[in-house]
């Protein structure tokens, strides 16, 4: 495995047909650029909402008219843009200048970051919990940052796995640790209150970068870090 903070070297050739070989191409394109640009005024896009919401609302055989959802696209318009929001974020705005030399190489690990999410194939809520660890190598991030790093990432149309993937990505982007590892935690409610309907479940991923994927010691620190009560 590439040294991470040589990766800059890599051949911008190698692997084209394949972005997701490249941490450092994939963490660009998802964080550092906006995935979905949206050029529309927000006036515009929440009158277009708005509309959609009308349209839902009739489909499933309700009035829009009636009292009670007379003001429901609207806010929902006003919802739906808020729990997306993440679109609207990259990592540069993010993260600042909370980067701080520091001489310190011994692992920083961030637990119980809460989340809240949508998924991309259902549009219906999952939530949990992340757990972030890094070795830096001279940098340390202020700690929120890594709260707000998954934030931006879990308020967009999601799956699980690639928020792992993605937060780990952005870590490496902003320091250049040794390591990164990252476990996200959550329940789905498109198993719960659809489907199989099956309450109580937890699916877990995770993403290991670096020393936490090259060394066994440090994966086995992080996990007893991240499992400790």
């Not at 637990?111 to 001279?138: A, M, Q, R």
Request: aromatic share 6%; hydrophobic share 35%.
């Amino acid at each position: 495995m590439e040294n991470l903070s040589d990766i800059d070297s890599l051949d911008s050739s190698k692997g084209a047909a394949d972005n997701r070989m490249l941490w450092k191409r994939d963490s660009w394109r998802e964080g550092h650029e906006t995935v979905h640009p949206k050029p529309m005024t927000q006036d515009k896009r929440l009158a277009k909402l708005e509309d959609a919401y009308r349209t839902i609302l009739q489909c499933v055989g309700e009035d829009p008219k009636r009292d009670g959802l007379l003001d429901t696209p609207s806010r929902a318009a006003k919802a739906i843009l808020f729990l997306t929001k993440g679109y609207e974020e990259n990592v540069d705005i993010v993260v600042k200048n909370a980067k701080f030399v520091e001489d310190y190489n011994s692992m920083v690990t961030v637990k119980d970051i809460e989340f809240y999410s949508l998924c991309e194939h259902h549009l219906i809520p999952f939530y949990g919990k992340i757990h972030i660890g890094y070795i830096p190598t001279g940098k340390v991030l202020g700690l929120s940052k890594l709260a707000r790093i998954s934030e931006m990432f879990t308020r967009r149309f999601q799956n699980q796995e690639r928020i792992a993937k993605q937060i780990a990505n952005a870590v490496v982007d902003a320091i250049r640790p040794s390591g990164v590892g990252v476990i996200v935690e959550g329940s789905h409610m498109c198993m719960s209150m659809r489907g199989v309907q099956k309450t109580g479940s937890t699916t877990i991923t995770s993403t290991m970068l670096g020393t936490f994927l090259d060394d066994p010691r440090t994966r086995d620190e992080f996990l007893r870090m991240c499992t400790h009560t």
